[in-house]
């Protein structure tokens, strides 16, 4: 009996560590292409440390940084806080301001 439970516990414990956490599987889940959900050009590109708005020239890599739910990006001078979610496979982005913008996936 007591082998069995020392088993399950290292059992667990293996496969605790080898799930992905949270943040890593938010932020995988923003890699790709992305256009306005009302818009059918693909406005942005993202992945794992920069954005790309390959709707204009030259197409530019803007770091970010992940941290959480939220995106932080600096540029310009301006630093831009983005809180990030998910519905269903859009993407939802929230500013510090309150500005929502809503992206699907470009497939």
């Not at 943040?23 to 954005?51: C, H, M, N």
């Not at 959480?68 to 496979?89: A, E, L, N, P």
């Amino acid at each position: 009996m007591k082998k069995i439970f020392f088993i399950s516990i290292v059992a667990f414990a293996l496969l605790s560590c080898m799930a992905s956490s949270p943040q890593q599987s938010l932020q995988s889940r923003l890699f790709g292409f992305w256009a306005p959900s009302d818009y059918e050009v693909t406005v942005l590109k993202i992945d794992k440390d920069s954005l790309y708005y390959v709707d204009e020239y030259p197409i530019v890599a803007v770091p970010y940084q992940f941290a959480g739910d939220s995106m932080t990006i600096v540029g310009d001078g301006d630093t831009i806080v983005q809180h990030i979610s998910f519905r269903k496979d859009t993407l939802v982005m929230k500013n510090q301001w309150g500005d929502v913008s809503c992206l699907v996936p470009v497939k």
